[in-house]
């Protein structure tokens, strides 16, 4: 945690109000009626959440909403329930039938108009559902079976996560861009027993292949049985390769039992929807599990509270469905609410810088929830890209990944919202599963640069090493003392190592991993990782993961990979390298330690530096010491207690081929 960064936030004292209109119509519309409710999430945390879900499907009432402690807390106790059938079954009765679910753009763009746009009403996602669920049961896939989804923003990407969802078993969606190496390594650990995938992604002009790198990662991942395939790119496109007896085309898919996926499985509360694989601070991916009652509980009221839907409203969560924004805010919380969702295939600059602005305009996007690192490109891009399109749809905005630093977001107030709309800095996790943090839209100002205040039924708190409460805007750990029906259970097949990555560092009490500060008004200030995790535009990187690649290079003896401020990214990827005896440092083999990350782990983590050096700094008993190595990176010079390294010249060294 840079005391920079601390400075830098201190000085920011801007307040920004709602406007009075915008007030007037949403659900919590002061601080005192946030304050009441947030009361009553504490003190009556059963009452609370059963009220709150009340509009979703249960098939059996929970007998106990909120029972155990961490890490072993349970929700909705004795409930039962299918999560496809609130988020969609649900609406057709509710005259939502014929409403808009999710409204698609593929990236393909001619003369400034999209080559495919869809829609799905709630009716048809419905057949959708049904009908790949049936060929899910005629596959063989039984409750608690893995399913891994290695798609691109396609609404098949929705469909099959609520599929999964219909017939019980664990969906785990792996991002598109990851590699072949990542991909396989996601299979072995859930051990998947279906894949499901499309031939291919179009992605900033480009043809992205995925059926391809499927083939690759089932070279090894015998776990797998079956692979359906969604063709996405089109006849133009080279035919799909399909392994007889393996792959199916998703239409004959559809085609094998139309009507077995119709009867939902109906599981307990704690059955477990899906599995997401985040960085930790080892080089192995964790699998973060969710719950079925829990994980839909906090996605669908945090929708509706942060996002303060009503009909009418076009929601548009710019988020992969290969990360978790994907998963609670494109999929599972607007839809359990009956939201109207914008889903967009490409990239925002494809064709040109102006793409997101004609989608709004073109549609009557109402609230927009995005990331830093593209609100920090949109502005870098130029305003004449929003300029020149109608936005007067916006009404709210928001924002997720990483701190926003105040300048960005004043331009998105500005610019984008046309200073009108509030803008929601929401922070949570991949672990939280919903929103945690935020300040509620209409209820009160919000302060650039700050998450805000505690969610209902949160309770962040930041901590010194030693457990105690920090000071008013003193830096600490951020910790959330209570239980949360959203946070995850487990790591899938390592519970160990679940109590050692979030309850090792205070006994019983969920750490984030994040440093942060509280100010006087109790505003939340979030100043970034403090293990070995780097947050790149808006990601989380483990940087463990980044080293056990680079050294996977024959030529390479130790790695140590870091971040450095950026910009655009938050946090660029610097990786010290040093060679085998004999190796040659120099262009083309940063290229090849470039290339070798791109192919393990995939582009979006490719290094934006390599720094190759003679030696590494280290402590006596042998650990690289980073904080030296994040000072270098960042050109400032190594501060701080040297006197455990081994052997300063090394660092003497690397400071002076810095200069
Ligand atoms: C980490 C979680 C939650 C979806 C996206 C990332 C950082 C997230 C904010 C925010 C400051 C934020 C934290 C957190 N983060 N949102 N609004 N302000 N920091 O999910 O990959 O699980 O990463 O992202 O460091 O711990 P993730």
Same mark, same amino acid.
């Given at each position: 945690?840079?005391?920079?960064?601390?400075?830098?936030?201190?000085?920011?004292?801007?307040?920004?109000?709602?406007?009075?209109?915008?007030?007037?119509?949403?659900?919590?519309?002061?601080?005192?009626?946030?304050?009441?409710?947030?009361?009553?999430?504490?003190?009556?945390?059963?009452?609370?959440?059963?009220?709150?879900?009340?509009?979703?499907?249960?098939?059996?009432?929970?007998?106990?909403?909120?029972?155990?402690?961490?890490?072993?807390?349970?929700?909705?106790?004795?409930?039962?329930?299918?999560?496809?059938?609130?988020?969609?079954?649900?609406?057709?009765?509710?005259?939502?039938?014929?409403?808009?679910?999710?409204?698609?753009?593929?990236?393909?763009?001619?003369?400034?108009?999209?080559?495919?746009?869809?829609?799905?009403?709630?009716?048809?996602?419905?057949?959708?559902?049904?009908?790949?669920?049936?060929?899910?049961?005629?596959?063989?896939?039984?409750?608690?079976?893995?399913?891994?989804?290695?798609?691109?923003?396609?609404?098949?990407?929705?469909?099959?996560?609520?599929?999964?969802?219909?017939?019980?078993?664990?969906?785990?969606?792996?991002?598109?861009?990851?590699?072949?190496?990542?991909?396989?390594?996601?299979?072995?650990?859930? *051990? #998947?027993? !279906?894949?499901?995938?499309?031939?291919?992604?179009? /992605?900033? +002009?480009?043809?992205?292949?995925?059926? $391809?790198? =499927?083939?690759?990662?089932?070279?090894?991942?015998?776990?797998?049985?079956?692979?359906?395939?969604?063709?996405?790119?089109?006849?133009?496109?080279?035919?799909?390769?399909?392994?007889?007896?393996?792959?199916?085309?998703?239409?004959?898919?559809?085609?094998?039992?139309?009507?077995?996926?119709?009867?939902?499985?109906?599981?307990?509360?704690?059955?477990?929807?899906?599995?997401?694989?985040?960085?930790?601070?080892?080089?192995?991916?964790?699998?973060?599990?969710?719950?079925?009652?829990?994980?839909?509980? *906090? #996605?669908? !009221?945090?929708?509706?509270?942060?996002?303060?839907? /009503?009909? +009418?409203?076009?929601?548009?969560?710019? $988020?992969? =469905?290969?990360?978790?924004?994907?998963?609670?805010?494109?999929?599972?919380?607007?839809?359990?609410?009956?939201?109207?969702?914008?889903?967009?295939?490409?990239?925002?600059?494809?064709?040109?810088?102006?793409?997101?602005?004609?989608?709004?305009?073109?549609?009557?996007?109402?609230?927009?929830?995005?990331?830093?690192?593209?609100?920090?490109?949109?502005?870098?891009?130029?305003?004449?890209?929003?300029?020149?399109?109608?936005?007067?749809?916006?009404?709210?905005?928001?924002?997720?990944?990483?701190?926003?630093?105040?300048?960005?977001?004043?331009?998105?107030?500005?610019?984008?919202?046309? +200073?009108?709309?509030?803008?929601?800095?929401?922070?949570?996790?991949?672990?939280?599963?919903?929103?945690?943090?935020?300040?509620?839209?209409?209820?009160?100002?919000?302060?650039?640069?700050?998450?805000?205040?505690?969610?209902?039924?949160?309770?962040?708190?930041?901590?010194?090493?030693?457990?105690?409460?920090?000071?008013?805007?003193?830096?600490?750990?951020?910790?959330?003392?209570?239980?949360?029906?959203?946070?995850?259970?487990?790591?899938?097949?390592?519970?160990?190592?679940?109590?050692?990555?979030?309850?090792?560092?205070?006994?019983?009490?969920?750490?984030?991993?994040?440093?942060?500060?509280?100010?006087?008004?109790?505003?939340?200030?979030?100043?970034?990782?403090?293990?070995?995790?780097?947050?790149?535009?808006?990601?989380?990187?483990?940087?463990?993961?980044?080293?056990?690649?680079?050294?996977?290079?024959?030529?390479?003896?130790?790695?140590?990979?870091?971040?450095?401020?950026?910009?655009?990214?938050?946090?660029?990827?610097?990786?010290?390298?040093?060679?085998?005896?004999?190796?040659?440092?120099?262009?083309?083999?940063?290229?090849?330690?470039?290339?070798?990350?791109?192919?393990?782990?995939?582009?979006?983590?490719?290094?934006?530096?390599?720094?190759?050096?003679?030696?590494?700094?280290?402590?006596?008993?042998?650990?690289?010491?980073?904080?030296?190595?994040?000072?270098?990176?960042?050109?400032?010079?190594?501060?701080?207690?040297?006197?455990?390294?081994?052997?300063?010249?090394?660092?003497?060294?690397?400071?002076?081929?810095?200069?």
């Amino acid at each position: 945690m840079s005391s920079d960064a601390l400075t830098s936030h201190l000085t920011e004292s801007r307040r920004f109000e709602p406007s009075a209109e915008f007030r007037e119509r949403a659900r919590v519309s002061s601080r005192e009626q946030y304050e009441a409710l947030y009361r009553e999430s504490l003190d009556d945390p059963s009452a609370f959440w059963a009220r709150e879900t009340r509009d979703l499907v249960w098939r059996t009432e929970a007998t106990a909403v909120m029972t155990g402690k961490p890490p072993r807390a349970d929700w909705f106790h004795g409930a039962s329930l299918n999560v496809s059938e609130s988020c969609v079954d649900r609406h057709l009765t509710s005259g939502a039938r014929h409403r808009a679910a999710i409204i698609w753009e593929g990236e393909p763009e001619a003369g400034g108009r999209p080559v495919e746009t869809r829609t799905l009403t709630y009716g048809e996602l419905h057949r959708e559902v049904v009908a790949l669920a049936g060929a899910l049961r005629a596959l063989g896939v039984e409750k608690g079976d893995r399913v891994i989804l290695y798609m691109g923003m396609v609404p098949e990407a929705a469909i099959a996560m609520l599929a999964c969802a219909r017939v019980g078993a664990v969906h785990g969606v792996v991002f598109g861009g990851f590699a072949v190496e990542a991909l396989r390594d996601r299979i072995n650990d859930c *051990g #998947a027993k !279906v894949v499901i995938t499309q031939d291919g992604a179009f /992605r900033r +002009g480009n043809v992205v292949p995925m059926k $391809a790198t =499927v083939d690759r990662a089932l070279e090894e991942a015998k776990s797998v049985e079956k692979v359906i395939v969604f063709p996405r790119l089109g006849p133009a496109h080279a035919p799909i390769s399909l392994h007889p007896g393996r792959d199916l085309l998703w239409s004959d898919a559809l085609a094998l039992d139309p009507k077995a996926g119709a009867a939902p499985e109906i599981v307990d509360a704690s059955h477990p929807l899906f599995i997401l694989y985040t960085s930790g601070s080892t080089g192995k991916p964790k699998g973060v599990l969710h719950t079925a009652a829990g994980f839909l509980a *906090g #996605a669908h !009221v945090s929708t509706r509270y942060v996002f303060d839907l /009503r009909d +009418g409203d076009l929601f548009w969560c710019t $988020a992969d =469905v290969g990360w978790v924004t994907g998963h609670s805010y494109v999929v599972y919380g607007p839809l359990s609410n009956g939201a109207t969702v914008m889903m967009y295939e490409g990239a925002p600059n494809a064709p040109d810088p102006g793409r997101f602005w004609r989608i709004i305009e073109r549609h009557g996007v109402s609230v927009l929830y995005t990331a830093p690192t593209a609100i920090r490109a949109f502005m870098r891009w130029g305003e004449q890209h929003p300029r020149a399109c109608d936005l007067s749809s916006l009404r709210l905005l928001g924002s997720v990944g990483e701190p926003i630093n105040p300048e960005a977001w004043v331009w998105y107030h500005t610019v984008i919202g046309g +200073g009108r709309c509030p803008i929601v800095d929401t922070w949570w996790q991949t672990e939280t599963g919903s929103i945690m943090m935020v300040t509620l839209p209409g209820a009160t100002f919000a302060k650039p640069g700050s998450t805000g205040l505690p969610f209902f039924g949160v309770v962040p708190e930041v901590w010194r090493a030693d457990g105690t409460p920090a000071a008013p805007n003193e830096g600490g750990k951020l910790v959330l003392t209570r239980p949360y029906p959203s946070m995850l259970r487990t790591i899938w097949g390592d519970d160990a190592r679940y109590q050692q990555a979030y309850f090792s560092e205070f006994s019983d009490t969920y750490f984030t991993g994040d440093g942060a500060r509280r100010d006087e008004d109790g505003y939340f200030w979030v100043l970034g990782r403090i293990d070995d995790v780097l947050n790149i535009a808006g990601h989380r990187v483990g940087t463990a993961e980044i080293e056990s690649a680079v050294v996977g290079h024959p030529a390479v003896a130790e790695c140590a990979a870091v971040g450095r401020p950026d910009e655009l990214k938050g946090q660029a990827l610097v990786v010290f390298v040093t060679l085998k005896l004999g190796q040659e440092a120099g262009p083309a083999m940063r290229e090849a330690i470039l290339e070798q990350v791109s192919r393990d782990i995939g582009k979006f983590a490719r290094p934006d530096e390599v720094r190759f050096a003679d030696a590494l700094p280290k402590t006596r008993s042998g650990k690289i010491m980073r904080r030296f190595l994040k000072d270098i990176a960042a050109g400032r010079a190594a501060t701080g207690d040297a006197s455990t390294l081994e052997d300063l010249s090394v660092l003497a060294k690397l400071q002076a081929a810095e200069e």
